[in-house]
């Protein structure tokens, strides 16, 4: 049914679509802020190693496989280290916070620590929309809408953690808690119909715009995200969470395939 619903769109119009999935479901995880202060760490390491996992799979399955079918495997491993360095670069550049290990890039200090989790947040969620956008751009509705609902359920105790670290960090409302989250899981959209706009203009770029997508995504699970869920002492909860997202994301794959 979904599929049949969003089959005759252009890339450009199915990016949006896939966009907002992303961006809906980063609102619903940000919600429990609304009606309670606190979240217990352990939870939101489990929720934010599952989200680990389905990024990690939606990278091979929704991007560097399709990408290699459709140019080959060198423009392909060459975007995913391209990706990762580009993602490399900015985490050290950009002013940011992390939920345990604090404040990282230059002119940090200088930052309000409330916008510093909205910058690291951003940070993570661009390759998440670029991921989606480019997918829609290589006309695979399948796959694009895998990795849109892959990367929305991701999402879900992504929002949880931000609007719960804005509310410990700011003490103040949670009604802001819940609208700084959602404000910086909104970056996606743009991004995804900036990627759809630029592969559809260069169709020949799109193995490399795949492989960048997935890089970038890839080094954030691996330098972001799996060790900040590591830090407080739940790593075996969270490697379990892992596992869950990956075979969620294969699952999705399998359906929509």
């Not at 919600?31 to 939101?44: C, D, G, N, S």
């Amino acid at each position: 049914m979904l599929l049949e619903l969003l089959g005759g769109l252009d890339p450009v119009h199915l990016s949006l679509a896939a966009g907002l999935i992303t961006t809906s479901l980063n609102a619903l995880g940000a919600t429990p802020v609304l009606f309670v202060r606190e979240m217990p760490a352990k939870l939101m390491d489990i929720g934010l190693g599952f989200a680990a996992g389905v990024m990690m799979a939606a990278s091979f399955t929704s991007l560097i496989i399709p990408g290699v079918d459709r140019g080959g495997l060198a423009p392909v491993a060459a975007g995913v280290l391209l990706g990762s360095y580009a993602v490399s670069i900015a985490d050290k550049v950009v002013p940011h916070m992390h939920r345990v290990i604090g404040f990282e890039g230059r002119g940090a200090e200088r930052l309000k620590a409330v916008w510093l989790f909205v910058i690291a947040v951003a940070l993570h969620n661009m390759p998440e929309g670029l991921a989606v956008g480019v997918s829609a751009g290589s006309g695979r509705i399948g796959d694009t809408i895998a990795l849109a609902l892959a990367i929305g359920v991701q999402n879900i105790p992504e929002g949880l953690s931000i609007a719960f670290s804005i509310l410990s960090v700011e003490g103040r409302s949670r009604l802001r808690a819940f609208t700084i989250s959602l404000l910086s899981g909104i970056v996606e959209l743009p991004l995804a119909i900036i990627g759809a706009l630029g592969v559809s203009l260069a169709e020949p770029l799109l193995p490399l715009a795949m492989g960048f997508a997935a890089g970038a995504m890839i080094f954030v699970v691996s330098d972001e995200m799996i060790p900040e869920t590591h830090r407080l002492g739940h790593e075996r909860r969270a490697s379990y969470g892992l596992m869950g997202g990956l075979v969620t994301m294969l699952v999705l794959d399998m359906l929509l395939s």
